[in-house]
């Protein structure tokens, strides 16, 4: 029999020797292996090994120390994958407060020479709020959100990386691409456009709503039970969702209706309804909602809540359907 694979644990960002923590109720892959886990690179053998040393959470967030990143990537040579921990300290309040988004120089030094060692390196980011990580997200097999971690958040990291969790997180922001490219997800069309004055095309590093999990849905057959409604009428949106994966999980459905045209430059789109589910592999459910006129409206130019007559876009996934509020 072969050896089993070892996992490789190389990390700026360790707490008590265990796995960085994550809430149990945001669990969020930002990529994943897809249908794997660590557990199946040689369940249930796997071996994880951490270097001796490793600092601990304790360090302060405004305080980088560069690790060994030599010795580092050689013991990353021997693993099969790497979890590579990365982020920031411990902080609350005030103590917390930062200048620069930018993940630390030490930290992308180390992760940079990890993935140079062309071994599969998944990323768990511990953080408050988005550090940028533009230079090695693209190098990553798979990015687990940790966000701010209590007690128990080594815990349950350990449980998704290895399956026994199925994560379903949604991202509830934008996570930027660059320190200045913070937008809101229901930003104005008009604030995602190049310019001539050196505006970039809106390119975050995540969109919001973005989140994996170790199976697959796939949505069809969105329908408006009317193609035009009054202003006193409800418009039933219905969709289907499918789990299409080999693993039981849980899907957030998201639904969007964007306003075409409007007297106030109107948002990209914004999030009307919601609703989680759980299907089993091959299962699918038919999810209704249901939108109202206060739904369509917006702030007018007099401060006042408005609703204007025209076209809307509803959008559930990939797929969108239009309708005219008379």
């Known amino acids: ?9 190389c990390s700026v960002r360790v707490t008590n020797g265990t796995l960085p923590a994550i809430a149990l109720f945001t669990t969020l892959t930002l990529r994943s292996f897809g249908a794997n886990t660590l557990r199946s690179f040689g369940a249930p053998k796997t071996k994880i090994t951490r270097s001796a040393g490793t600092t601990s959470n304790n ?17 990353a040579q021997s693993a099969d994958v790497v979890v590579l921990c990365l982020g920031e300290g411990s902080y609350c309040e005030t103590p917390g407060n930062i200048t620069d988004l930018n993940l630390g120089e030490p930290q992308i030094k180390l992760a940079e020479a990890i993935q140079a060692t062309g071994k599969p390196v998944v990323l768990v980011l511990v953080e408050g709020r988005p550090r940028i990580i533009n230079r090695i997200a693209d190098g990553a097999k798979g990015i687990l959100m940790a966000y701010n971690p209590s007690n128990e958040g080594g815990t349950a990291v350990a449980d998704v990386l290895f399956g026994d969790i199925n994560p379903s997180g949604k991202l509830p922001f934008t996570y930027p691409r660059t320190p200045n490219g913070l937008i809101n997800y229901d930003h104005k069309p008009f604030e995602t456009e190049n310019t001539a004055f050196g505006n970039l095309a809106f390119k975050p590093q995540f969109q ?3 989140g994996l999990s170790y199976t697959t849905f796939t949505y069809s057959d969105l329908r408006l039970n009317k193609q035009s409604i009054s202003a006193s009428e409800e418009l039933t949106v219905s969709v289907t969702v499918t789990n299409s994966g080999r693993r039981a999980g849980k899907e957030v459905v998201l639904l969007y209706v964007s306003d075409l045209v409007a007297s106030i430059s109107p948002p990209n789109r914004r999030l009307r309804r919601f609703a989680k589910i759980s299907l089993e592999p091959g299962q699918n459910r038919t999810l209704s909602f249901k939108l109202r006129a206060d739904d369509l409206s917006f702030i007018g130019a007099n401060n006042k809540p408005v609703v204007e007559p025209g076209e809307f876009d509803v959008t559930i996934g990939t797929l969108t359907q239009r309708f005219t509020l008379k």
């Open 1 to 9: 029999m072969s050896n089993p694979p070892v996992i490789g644990y």
């Open 208 to 210: 919001f709503g973005e």
């Open 59 to 75: 360090t302060p967030t405004d305080k980088e120390e560069e690790v060994d990143i030599a010795a580092a990537a050689r013991a």
